[in-house]
């Protein structure tokens, strides 16, 4: 087989897609994308200064999840996150209150038909036509861009299914079949339209508060570039 013969075609990765009873990752079928090529120094040169709302957590490992509600938050360009993402010091600027030994920061849940609104031509580097989704690229997708760390808390999205491309660093995932739904003490509080989060900290669990989330059988995930 040649190097840029994909392992399924369209309509065969869709099939998959909309049967699947647990977690799979895809190799190989997004190797020709432009996207694969969006990393932050990239990014940033296509943004121009333009800013973006980051989240920021505390590094240190809690028994209770960081939601949203507890976060700090700053306007940003990719720029000044890059910088302080090396780990420079920044002694003025959006991320000067945070050190970067003890926070992480995440631009998480942008649109990128939002964000990229005066640069269209970028939506058709994401090409879901190959998952058997024609007409489906960059604009109907969200760009996710974190430092080491960053992390959403445990949560069930009510809609659909997700498909996510990684396109620099690694990201793991913590997934649960839909059974083990009580045991991860699901809550609407912190209030999310169309989410349904964990009280437990997924990561750090708090067994003596949650003794129930010792029933769950948890699909841990690590996506490389160029995986679905």
């Given at each position: 087989?040649?190097?840029?013969?994909?392992?399924?075609?369209?309509?065969?990765a869709?099939?998959?897609?909309?049967?699947?009873?647990?977690?799979?990752?895809?190799?190989?079928?997004?190797?020709?994308?432009?996207?694969?090529?969006?990393?932050?120094?990239?990014?940033s040169?296509v943004?121009?200064?333009?800013?973006?709302?980051?989240?920021l957590?505390?590094?240190?490992?809690?028994?209770?999840?960081?939601?949203?509600?507890r976060?700090?938050?700053?306007e940003?360009?990719?720029?000044?996150?890059?910088?302080?993402s090396s780990?420079?010091?920044c002694?003025?600027?959006?991320?000067?209150?945070?050190?970067?030994?003890?926070?992480?920061?995440?631009?998480?849940?942008?649109?990128v038909?939002?964000?990229?609104?005066?640069?269209?031509?970028?939506?058709?580097?994401?090409?879901?036509?190959?998952?058997?989704f024609?007409?489906?690229?960059?604009?109907?997708?969200?760009?996710?861009?974190g430092?080491e760390?960053?992390?959403?808390?445990?949560?069930?999205?009510?809609?659909?299914?997700?498909?996510?491309?990684q396109?620099?660093g690694?990201?793991?995932?913590?997934?649960?079949?839909?059974?083990?739904?009580?045991?991860?003490?699901p809550?609407?509080?912190?209030?999310e339209e169309?989410?349904?989060?964990?009280?437990?900290?997924?990561?750090?669990?708090?067994?003596?508060?949650?003794?129930?989330?010792?029933?769950?059988?948890?699909?841990?995930?690590?996506?490389?570039?160029?995986?679905?």
């Amino acid at each position: 087989i040649g190097e840029d013969v994909k392992p399924f075609t369209p309509g065969k990765a869709k099939e998959l897609v909309m049967s699947l009873q647990q977690p799979a990752v895809f190799c190989n079928m997004a190797g020709d994308w432009p996207a694969l090529h969006w990393n932050a120094k990239y990014l940033s040169a296509v943004l121009d200064g333009r800013t973006i709302q980051f989240r920021l957590g505390l590094k240190t490992v809690d028994l209770v999840p960081q939601f949203e509600t507890r976060c700090s938050y700053v306007e940003a360009t990719l720029e000044e996150f890059l910088v302080w993402s090396s780990g420079q010091p920044c002694l003025s600027g959006p991320f000067s209150c945070y050190e970067y030994s003890r926070y992480w920061a995440y631009a998480d849940y942008k649109y990128v038909a939002r964000i990229f609104e005066d640069k269209p031509e970028i939506f058709q580097d994401v090409r879901w036509s190959d998952f058997g989704f024609p007409g489906r690229s960059g604009k109907e997708s969200t760009l996710w861009i974190g430092s080491e760390g960053a992390n959403t808390p445990c949560h069930l999205d009510s809609y659909g299914c997700n498909l996510v491309l990684q396109v620099q660093g690694r990201k793991r995932w913590h997934l649960f079949p839909p059974g083990d739904t009580s045991f991860l003490y699901p809550t609407r509080i912190p209030y999310e339209e169309s989410s349904i989060f964990s009280k437990v900290n997924v990561a750090n669990p708090d067994l003596k508060r949650f003794p129930e989330f010792r029933n769950t059988t948890a699909h841990v995930v690590t996506l490389s570039p160029g995986q679905v």
